[in-house]
């Protein structure tokens, strides 16, 4: 896809924020317990390589990626860590990720005889039981199951490696603790179920580290803590150290007018203006990521806020300005500009999403810029 970097629109990302981040979450682990940095969905729009390097740099152990070629990508830029995908990945490719040390998630034992098919054994693939202690979408639902996958991997010691043991948690980032405590529970169970405990046993998402710090397990899957967002938006504020946003989104004006009353802005003609107003273009639009939803939302210019205006076309969009401004006047999508600030809890909040969506959807075309 073609980055678009001839256009003032980008998101500029600061390195110092995401060392921030992972080393006050890496600060808070115990003695032995090694945090995997999620870099699934291009780092949550960050960039993946990059926030991979600053993730090792800051302290990382290894990655979590959600499909096999977010580890291969890691693999071609060099990194030699521990990777393991969160997905299910198609046993044929089973070779590919054991050729490639990349550790994969299994659910139930027939996968494990599909994959024996194409497993050569030059390189034992490394798995994770994934367990299914209600959040419902992959894993091992029985225990007896589970003993059965076990003896699988032991008959087929060339080819296989059980490497850990695992289970997502639905409600890390809730305030009711009841379904949490029931998950956790069963999780226990399933660990018993096993002959040995594994090399990693773990649980824990961002949520999970910064409000279940008795829940424990020796690897953490820190997510989206490490782009400085609090995974429960805005539920709890209770925070053991504080998050640094990572991301900033930012275009500039690309022209700016007077229009007389009853001018008509943008497809439908559903904006028209009631009197002499000022208004100004910003190239950013839906193919960007900046949802056509966010009609009548905020952007900063000058440190004021202006509305935007008509319908968000794909690629611009316009906004109601206090008086004129020149072309490469910067517009402060996300990020502080003079007292105000937007944030990306604020963008997700009108756009009646979370932040998580807000920032996987910043498309390709709009170029990542490192700073700090
Ligand atoms: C995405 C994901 C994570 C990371 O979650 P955050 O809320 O971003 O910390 C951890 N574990 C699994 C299984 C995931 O799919």
């Known amino acids: 896809m073609v980055v678009a970097l001839h256009r003032p629109t980008r998101a500029i990302i600061s390195r110092s924020a995401i060392k921030r981040n992972v080393a006050n979450a890496c600060a808070q682990l115990d003695e032995g317990t090694e945090l995997f940095a999620v870099v699934k969905a291009n780092a949550y729009g960050h960039g993946l390589v990059q926030v991979a390097r600053l993730a090792r740099q800051a302290g990382a152990n290894g990655f979590c990626v959600a499909v096999l070629d977010e580890g291969l990508a890691l693999r071609d830029a060099g990194f030699t ?27 139930e034992t027939s996968w494990l005889e599909a994959a024996a098919g194409t497993l050569t054994g030059d390189s034992p693939l490394h798995v994770h039981f994934a367990t299914d202690t209600g959040m419902g979408r992959i894993g091992f639902t029985h225990r007896g199951d589970l003993a059965d996958a076990a003896a699988f991997i032991d008959a087929h010691a060339k080819q296989f490696e059980l490497e850990g043991i695992f289970t997502h948690f639905a409600t890390a980032d809730e305030v009711d603790i009841s379904q949490f405590n029931k998950q956790s529970a069963r999780f226990n169970d399933f660990v018993a179920a096993l002959p040995k405990r594994p090399r990693y046993v773990h649980v824990a998402n961002t949520a999970t580290s910064l409000w279940h710090t008795a829940c424990k397990g020796n690897m953490v899957r820190y997510g989206v803590g490490i782009y400085g967002l609090n995974p429960s938006g805005r539920t709890i504020t209770d925070l053991p150290y504080s998050l640094a946003p990572a991301m900033r989104l930012e275009s500039a004006l690309v022209m700016s007018k007077a229009v007389p009353a009853g001018t008509t802005v943008s497809y439908g003609a559903t904006y028209v203006s009631s009197k002499d107003e000022i208004i100004g273009t910003v190239p950013m639009g839906y193919a960007d990521g900046w949802l056509r939803r966010m009609q009548g939302f905020d952007v900063l210019v000058d440190g004021q806020r202006c509305p935007i205006v008509g319908r968000v076309c794909m690629d611009q969009f316009m906004i109601r300005l206090p008086k004129l401004y020149p072309a490469g006047t910067v517009v402060t999508l996300i990020g502080r500009d003079g007292d105000d600030e937007i944030t990306m809890q604020d963008v997700a909040d009108y756009a009646g999403t979370i932040h998580y969506e807000i920032a996987c959807c910043l498309s390709e075309r709009v170029p990542r810029v490192y700073v700090d």
């Open 81 to 107: 860590e521990p990777i393991l995908v969160l997905g299910i990945v198609d046993p044929v490719c089973a070779e590919l990720a054991a050729q490639n040390h990349i550790a994969v998630p299994v659910a």
